[in-house]
């Protein structure tokens, strides 16, 4: 009911820049009313963890391997969170995925955007 679509990701070297896009769009009203948007991550090998989100409320959270140096935003008339990377590191190198938690507790996945750090 919730459709998730990403874009931004690439190669960058370190030190380097991207801002990841997720533009939520279908039923978002009613119980797909969104608590919180945010992006999470998965490397080869690992599980996936939260980068950072944002709420309904306008509060965020972050990973405190990027505090300092990624920012989440949102738009809400886009219905579209933004995930500003500044001083990528490769070990940020990841896909990274939008997540859209409903009001019901419900989650919605994107399909997911690469993200390479490397010289």
């Known amino acids: 009911q919730v459709q998730l679509v990403e874009s931004g990701g690439g190669l960058v070297q370190p030190g380097g820049s991207l801002r990841l896009s997720c533009a939520a769009s279908?039923?978002?009203?009613?119980?797909?009313?969104?608590?919180?948007m945010g992006w999470y991550r998965q490397a080869p090998g690992k599980e996936r963890e939260l980068v950072a989100r944002i709420f309904s409320s306008g509060s965020t959270n972050y990973a405190d391997s990027v505090k300092g140096r990624f920012t989440i935003s949102r738009d809400n008339a886009k219905n579209t969170v933004y995930l500003q990377m500044n001083s990528l590191k490769p070990e940020d190198t990841s896909v990274y995925y939008c997540?859209?938690?409903?009001?019901?507790?419900?989650?919605?996945w994107g399909k997911g955007t690469l993200v390479i750090v490397s010289s």
């Open positions: 279908g039923r978002i009203s009613g119980i797909f009313t969104m608590n919180a």
């Open positions: 997540n859209y938690h409903t009001s019901s507790t419900i989650d919605y």
